[in-house]
């Protein structure tokens, strides 16, 4: 069988365009978009892991923060409770405190109560006490028993003082009325005379005199001349042990003060018992008064 090379030549020729159109027109594309979607899947690999990566950042980043957020929440609420608990206790003793200072100033109300009360009794019983005395001593003076206190008036004016006496010569020399003699009946003529004669004997000078009866002396006679008096009553005795009793009474109250403002400090521990001062038994007998008015 006879080669036909032309037509051979012709077939190789054909075929190696078509391999060359294959390769241009089919292949290369195919190629191009083969290596275009592996470029496009590589990239997209690239950016899943780049996301993945920025999810596990992220991820880690927000339970970073859930874990802060839990570590403040339970500081807060630890700080809450103690606040709580202290606000708590605050008020609690606010309220102690205000419901001891409402018994202590209840307490305080009734003592002062109590003790206004007792005053209040007392103070009555004395003024009835000496009111009596006095009613009594008036009732039971008698004329000749005022008499008597001339005598009494005498001696004193004789038993004075060199001082006393000085001051009472200057008071009758500088004044301009008479000395008043006061008593509560009046003095008979006899017992004027002799009060008379004791004045200026005493004073070595005529002395005025006017006498004048007084209701209100009980059992007493006074001397009175420019603002001095030379007296004697048993109103001065009552008035004397009156005085007494008042200052019993009142360092009475004094010591119960002090023994209270005691215990209330031995209570608090802040400070220990003192001894108490003794209180005077009775009061002293007054003397005969010469004064100023």
């Not at 209840?106 to 109560?113: M, N, V």
């Not at 009046?186 to 009866?213: H, K, M, W, Y």
Request: charged share 35%.
């Amino acid at each position: 069988m006879l080669i036909d090379w032309f037509t051979v030549g012709a077939q190789a020729i054909n075929f190696i365009i078509l391999v060359w159109l294959l390769k241009r027109f089919l292949y290369k594309p195919i190629l191009d978009a083969v290596d275009a979607r592996e470029k496009r899947i590589t990239t997209e690999l690239a950016d899943a892991d780049a996301k993945r990566a920025e999810a596990k950042k992220e991820r880690d980043e927000f339970q970073h923060k859930n874990e802060e957020f839990d570590r403040q929440r339970a500081e807060l609420l630890s700080k809450a409770r103690d606040v709580a608990k202290d606000e708590r206790q605050h008020l609690l003793d606010e309220a102690r405190r205000a419901a001891d200072a409402l018994s202590a100033k209840r307490q305080e109300t009734l003592r002062s109560d109590a003790h206004a009360l007792s005053e209040a009794i007392s103070r009555r019983t004395r003024q009835e006490v000496f009111a009596i005395a006095r009613k009594a001593l008036t009732d039971l003076a008698t004329t000749s028993l005022e008499e008597r206190l001339a005598e009494v008036l005498t001696r004193r004016l004789r038993e004075m003082d060199g001082k006393t006496k000085a001051g009472l010569a200057e008071a009758l020399k500088s004044a301009s009325d008479p000395a008043l003699v006061r008593s509560a009946f009046d003095l008979p003529a006899g017992q004027r005379t002799v009060i008379q004669n004791a004045l200026n004997e005493t004073f070595s000078a005529n002395i005025r005199v006017r006498f004048e009866t007084a209701p209100d002396l009980i059992c007493g006679i006074e001397l009175a001349t420019n603002g001095q008096k030379v007296a004697w009553s048993i109103a001065d005795y009552l008035a004397s042990l009156e005085e007494g009793v008042e200052e019993l009474l009142k360092e009475k109250n004094n010591l119960e003060a002090r023994s209270e403002a005691k215990a209330e400090l031995q209570h608090e521990g802040k400070a220990k018992p003192e001894p108490e001062a003794e209180v005077a038994s009775k009061p002293e007998e007054p003397e005969t008064r010469t004064k100023s008015q």
